[in-house]
């Protein structure tokens, strides 16, 4: 008797321990600003975190609390969205328009979030007024917990790579055009980490292995990534560790992440290489360039740049997409393998078919979702759906299949039952590259093909080893299906991710709830986080 108690006890106080979180809070104070930067010899106001440029790194743990506490020193409304953190249970924190009231300028407002099961390379960057085109992003890592062993050898050190397309204008003048019904120039070049080419330097020591945690952090440029003499094993994508392959390049579209492994060469010589990130399907060639300094070297890297693939090689891209698998061995967030995850035995309940278009609505450009270029409403949603202000926006508005009859404007909310299980084929008709990407999700990525899909092109998924980002690529005149189980409340953006598509329309929200819960107010803690207390309110609740 008295065993069990002290074992029923043993297993209480563990539960306690759990349910609590022993997992550690990290505090920030970061203040956002505008800063006269000029990476190619033009003068820019570019945001500045801190005064850095690009931002802090967040670095994190599994399971960590996050609690940054934003000062807005700009002239604009701001908002900072965790590209790929999945703000489980709680879009609260996600930083995104429909989400959350801005943070006024002069104010401040604190995240607040936990890192839960999840691990990986991400980004954060601000969501609002194409504020993104003047920087204000940053790194983010979420390691491993000490308990779960990281797949590869421990590396001699990990180094960011923020590669991004750039323009020396400023962001509200790109706006503008916007506003007018135009379409953004052809960037002005490409940065890494921030710096224009050969400006940002990488340390290598001989026979060492280092991390590279890549991100593509620019407003809607394909980006080729390789190194002079070097391969590069990716071992992760936003979150999933990967089957290691060795790849010379890669292609890295906007919003994603990669981790690759790359072991410097025995030489005990002093020399340097080029790192190299190389605009794709876009009629201009320009290049990020950073420089790999083995022991210090101070001289430039031998030789030219190393080629990559031709500029509209959509196959070299397609190809390689199909080699990136997941590792079913892999240990991540969980304890138990990320294999044991079956989604490939898990029943279909609805199925998508999501379109982008573009098209001429009111005599202005404007990109579209089945039909539907979103408008935001004077209150966010996630707040006009708790506190059930019934004319915001009503479900509906945007259809499972493309409408025909349309283009038009609308609020687009698909509403989605807790646990379905969706599979969404995203059809581009479009000669130009798509990008999309999920908020609180990672997407199991099971097919790609030319042309409609259709479902007979089921037979060439991939339900075994498929990876799952919050990234996808749809190329021209193609298809891209993914699959997803629905198991975080909350409302949730999936956008383009191509800045001036997503500024134009080009975004729907995912509100996922449980079957019969109509009162957003009631649902337990435990399903979903309750509105923070620090909520800022704002259209019709600014009184409350
Ligand atoms: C990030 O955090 C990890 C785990 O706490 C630590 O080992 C590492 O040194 C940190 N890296 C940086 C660059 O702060
Ligand atoms: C914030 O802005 C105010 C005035 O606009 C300025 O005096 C102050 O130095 C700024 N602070 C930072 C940290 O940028
Ligand atoms: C604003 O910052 C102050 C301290 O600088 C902090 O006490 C306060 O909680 C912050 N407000 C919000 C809404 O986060
Ligand atoms: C460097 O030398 C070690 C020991 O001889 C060998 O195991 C390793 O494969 C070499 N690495 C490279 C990149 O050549
Ligand atoms: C999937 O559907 C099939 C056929 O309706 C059914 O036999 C099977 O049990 C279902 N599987 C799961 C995991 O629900
Ligand atoms: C389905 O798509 C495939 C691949 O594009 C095509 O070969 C096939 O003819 C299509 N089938 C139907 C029934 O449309």
Known sequence: MRYITAALLCYLSL???????????????????????????????????????????????????????????LTEPFLMTWNGVQMRKNSWQDGVQETNCPILPGQNWTYSFQMKDQIGSFFYFPSLLLQKAAGGYGAIRIHNRAVIAVPFPRPQEEYDVLIGDWYNADHQDLRAILDMGGNLPLPDGILINGLAPNQATFDFEPGSTYRL???????????????QDHVMQLVETEGSYTKKEYYPSLDIHVGQSYSVLVTAKNQTDGKAYY?????????????GVGVIRYSGFQGHPLDNMPPGPSMYDYAFSTEQAQSIRWDLAAGAARPNPQGSFHYGSINVSRTLIIENDVAEIGGKLRYTVNGVSFVHPDTPLKLADYFMLSDVFETGIISDTPQKDLPGLGTSVIDAQYHDFLHIIFQNPLPSLQTWHADGYNL??????????????????????????????????????????????GMWNLRSQDAEKWYLGQEFYIRVKEVGQNDPSKVSPRDEAHIPENAIKCGRLTSL
């Not at 550690?24 to 990476?39: G, I, Y």
């Not at 190389?278 to 290049?287: A, D, H, Q, Y």
């Not at 190329?475 to 997803?484: E, H, K, L």
């Open 444 to 489: 199991f990525v099971v097919g790609m093909g030319l042309g409609e899909w259709n479902e007979t092109t089921m037979k060439t998924y991939n339900m075994f080893d498929a990876v799952s980002r919050s990234t996808v690529q749809v190329y021209p005149g193609s298809w891209t299906a993914i699959m997803v189980e629905l198991d975080n409340h």
């Open 213 to 227: 945690r890549i991100s593509n952090v620019g407003l809607k440029t394909t980006l080729n990534f390789r190194i």
């Open 275 to 287: 790192m190299v990130a190389t605009s794709r399907f876009i009629p201009l060639e320009l290049s």
């Open 15 to 73: 539960f306690v321990a759990f349910v609590n979180g022993d997992s550690p809070h990290l505090n920030f104070d970061w203040t956002v600003s505008l800063s006269q930067r000029a990476p190619f010899g033009v003068d820019k106001q570019v945001i500045v975190i801190n005064d850095q440029f690009p931002g802090p790194l967040l670095n994190t743990t599994t399971n960590d609390v996050v609690n940054i506490n934003i000062h807005n020193n």
